[in-house]
């Protein structure tokens, strides 16, 4: 067993796991146990499983991915502090002082790419399992957990819309295949690109629409749905199933945040601001600790609060005003 092998043994054996118990399941409901329905719904549960055990990360890539975006103005001044200095003393300056903003700000540029990371090897393992389920159909190959020699003819022996689930474009002979496996290759494609889409449109302050990141980002989006349609032939229909359900389920997971907790100054913020307002509520504005020092900072009054400057909007000071003395109300008699 080679380090690949031993390194993914265990992911492809809980991809078994999840995958041969979920089977089961939708079998006991009634559903054929050789149907391809039966096997790709398996998928779709593997799918929900590591979405679901994600979640925490997930809510860490917000949480970073809003910080990103709050701390881009101080980002933009670092960078057109040094912007034209191509020396390797500034560079290092500005290396230290973008370091320094993340270490007071606590963000971290990586957060946001954890669940993507994560669900690489997933992908992989299933990628392995369901390539190695004609070896182990025909026992020149032992199971994999669960999925004994047995299950692994059922599933290699199912269909769904005649194209087995282990087979790709470039390996099939039967127009049914190739039909069924370029429409799982289009609309994975378009969904990974209508996610991108969404984040770029709706949950992107327009100042950050310029910065390098979003450049990159828009590149991405054209980029990544056009790798994955060059290299989905390669992809066995199961692989192509688990992928397009996971942009479904990311494409909603975002529609859901976006909606709920939209980054600041982004157009989902305003509409959010806007449905809050008609209802009467009050939209709380985010701010990160360290992002700006104390002493800059402008003070926020509240409503019939004293400020630093002792006004506020239609009040006056929190300081008590002497009354006047009238030294009119009684005039002497001449």
């Known amino acids: 067993m080679g380090f690949i092998d031993t390194v993914l043994f265990p992911l492809e054996w809980f991809v078994a796991v999840v995958m041969v118990g979920f089977h089961s399941l939708v079998t006991a409901l009634g ?8 096997w790709a719904l ?6 929900v499983v590591l979405r679901v055990l994600l979640i925490p990360l997930f809510v860490k890539q917000i949480k970073s991915s809003r910080r990103m975006q709050l701390i881009q103005p101080e980002m933009q001044k670092i960078q057109k502090k040094y912007k034209g200095k191509k020396d390797a003393e500034s ?3 500005m290396t230290e002082e973008t370091m320094e903003l993340y270490k007071r700000t606590g963000t971290n540029p990586m957060g946001s790419c954890l669940p993507i990371l994560l669900q690489a090897p ?4 299933l990628f392995r399992v369901l390539n190695t389920l004609p070896a182990m159909a025909s026992g020149s190959r032992e199971g994999i957990g669960p999925l004994t020699q047995e299950l692994a003819a059922s599933a290699e022996n199912s269909t769904l819309f005649g194209a087995q689930l282990s087979s790709t474009f470039m390996n099939s002979e039967g127009a049914a295949t190739k039909i069924v496996t370029m429409v799982l290759i289009i609309l994975m494609s378009l969904s990974m690109f209508l996610t991108q889409r969404q984040l770029m449109t709706k949950n992107m302050p327009a100042a950050a629409l310029d910065n390098p990141m979003a450049k990159q980002q828009k590149i991405i989006m054209y980029v990544m749905p056009l790798v994955f349609f060059i290299t989905g032939p390669n992809f066995p229909i199961g692989v192509l199933i688990y992928w397009l359900v996971t ?7 975002q529609f859901y945040v976006i909606r709920r907790m939209p980054a600041p100054g982004s157009a989902a913020e305003k509409a959010l601001e806007e449905r809050n307002r008609a209802k009467g509520k009050i939209t709380k504005k985010e701010s990160i600790p360290g992002l700006t020092d104390e002493a800059d900072a402008e003070p926020v009054a509240a409503p019939g609060r004293a400020t630093a400057t002792g006004v506020t909007a239609g009040k006056t000071s929190g300081q008590r005003v002497q009354p006047k003395r009238n030294n009119n109300k009684k005039k002497r008699k001449r």
């Open 42 to 47: 398996a998928i779709v549960g593997l799918v």
């Open 91 to 93: 560079r290092q300056k």
């Open 122 to 125: 997933f992908f992989f393992a």
């Open 247 to 253: 942009n479904v389920w990311s494409m909603g997971q």
């Open 31 to 38: 559903m054929p146990t050789d149907s391809g329905w039966s």
